[in-house]
């Protein structure tokens, strides 16, 4: 394999431990996942980068179970607190039925492969998965 690259731009693979990245409006503390030329909530214009808590609380989720063609259902998408900081990513290593996903339930970050090119670069993405889970070596 040649590596790895991150399907976004803000998640880390090459620090040791997977994280997300906010740029932090340094005017207001507002975090945002995506590029910006002004913080949306005061309209400042510099950032700095902070790193992501890597565990977090569901705040809610929806059970998703029509999409695009191709996408596979049922799916888990939520919006996840990580110390105060809201990401909306897919629950993922975890059955989409309300038996298993609750409001509170305590996730951590997990990466997972997208897909390999014919180069044999690996594309790696996020998702949230249960804290009780088992870390995979």
């Not at 932090?24 to 913080?39: L, M, T």
């Amino acid at each position: 394999m040649s590596g790895q690259i991150p399907l976004v731009d803000y998640l880390v693979l090459n620090d040791g431990q997977p994280h997300l990245v906010a740029r932090e409006c340094v005017n207001c503390a507002a975090r945002f996942f995506d590029r910006r030329n002004a913080c949306a909530n005061c309209f400042a214009t510099e950032f700095a980068t902070v790193p992501i808590a890597t565990e977090g609380t569901v705040r809610a989720f929806t059970i998703v179970t029509f999409a695009a063609p191709g996408i596979p259902t049922p799916f888990v998408a939520a919006v996840v607190d990580c110390d105060g900081t809201q990401v909306r990513a897919n629950l993922i290593n975890v059955e989409p039925d309300p038996q298993h996903v609750f409001d509170g339930m305590e996730v951590r970050l997990a990466t997972q492969s997208i897909g390999t090119d014919s180069a044999g670069t690996e594309a790696v993405g996020f998702g949230f998965e249960p804290a009780s889970a088992t870390k995979e070596s």
